[in-house]
């Protein structure tokens, strides 16, 4: 059997990869997970999370993000700060590079998750000058300020009424003319009197000389354009795949998310996919911990059958 770093390297430190991480860790493997930017992931932007499930209070990302690396930690879990490039897959061993080295493997789990879709509008001129895609850390720079928040799923009707703790106004933008949001989080936004819906409208443009001052709309149905004066714009309209670094070695959707099995096995032998950058029609918490468990089982099977 050829020469490996590792038996198992997990892409990623989200709760996908930190659980994958802990189950790995737990089972005696070999295993490294890297991480580009900090533990956490996504959740590291969410607020507040009261539909995981065993914390009936709920909790803030920050404070499920300690808990996961830790309990992962506690099994010995080795975390290194790296940004993965690409990936060669031919052959059992498998090359993971990274911006510094050339780590060999005899398994993967890609759990790098997903970033948020932008609107093509000039984002990257209001880029930390008023437009964010994090209520959490940017909320509280829009006291007593009106906003514009864009979407109409669970993301943007949450983060939404978060802002209205902080903001005076909040414009809600949604290109339908009802949310897709869960029933009970529409609840208490159309209950919420600081949140104004901008029904079947879409976001056209940005303007501000120094800082964001206004957002224009466009209502789909009437094509009347509008200019909503705001120091603030987020955007929740979805998410993309960071699943570049894997190039075309796996089979992915047309969207781009990896496509596995009920195994979390991608379309390469020893390569499996958890959480948000597989194809799956939930991104939550919940699923993404639910996929990297299965994940490092069948890692481990696989392991184990290689080297026997
Ligand atoms: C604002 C917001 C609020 C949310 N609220 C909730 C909620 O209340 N409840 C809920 O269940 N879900 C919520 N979600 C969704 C939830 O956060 C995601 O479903 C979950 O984080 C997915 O976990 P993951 O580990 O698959 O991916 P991610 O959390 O995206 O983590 C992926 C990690 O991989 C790293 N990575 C990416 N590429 C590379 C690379 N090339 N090299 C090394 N590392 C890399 C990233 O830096 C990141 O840390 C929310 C999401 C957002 C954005």
């Not at 901008?198 to 009347?224: A, H, I, P």
């Not at 911990?289 to 290689?306: M, P, R």
Request: charged share 20%; glycine share 10%.
């Amino acid at each position: 059997m050829e020469n490996v770093d590792y038996d198992l390297v997990i892409i990623g430190g989200g709760p996908a990869g930190l659980t994958a991480g802990l189950y790995a860790s737990r089972a005696r493997l070999n295993v490294l997970l890297i991480e580009r930017v900090a533990p956490g992931g996504q959740v590291l932007i969410t607020d507040h999370i009261e539909n995981y499930p065993g914390f009936p209070e709920g909790l803030s990302g920050p404070e499920l993000t300690d808990k996961l690396v830790a309990q992962a930690r506690q099994f010995g879990l080795p975390i290194e700060s790296e940004e993965v490039e690409s990936l060669t897959l031919e052959g059992p061993v498998k090359i993971i590079k990274t911006s510094g080295r050339e780590i060999r493997t005899h398994a993967i789990i890609i759990a790098s998750g997903a970033s948020p879709r932008t609107l093509h509008v000039g984002e990257e001129r209001f880029q930390g000058k008023g437009l964010s895609y994090c209520a959490t850390c940017d909320g509280p720079f829009y006291r007593n300020k009106t906003v514009v928040a864009v979407g109409g799923g669970d993301t943007a009707v949450q983060e939404s009424i978060f802002l209205t703790k902080f903001a005076s106004k909040v414009y809600l933008v949604h290109r339908r003319d009802q949310l897709r949001a869960t029933k009970i989080l529409q609840e208490r936004a159309l209950a919420n009197d600081k949140i104004e819906f901008v029904w079947d409208s879409v976001v056209t443009g940005l303007d501000g000389f120094f800082g964001l001052e206004s957002v224009k709309v466009k209502n789909l149905k009437t094509q009347e354009e509008r200019t909503l004066t705001a120091e603030g714009c987020f955007i929740w309209i979805g998410i993309v795949p960071n699943a570049g670094f894997v190039g075309d070695s796996l089979e992915k959707d047309p969207w781009g998310f990896i496509i596995t099995d009920a195994h979390m096995a991608t379309s390469v032998p020893g390569v499996f996919a958890a959480g948000d950058v597989r194809n799956t029609p939930l991104r939550q918490i919940a699923t993404a911990v639910g996929d990297a468990a299965i994940a490092a089982y069948s890692a481990e099977h696989y392991i184990e059958n290689l080297k026997s």
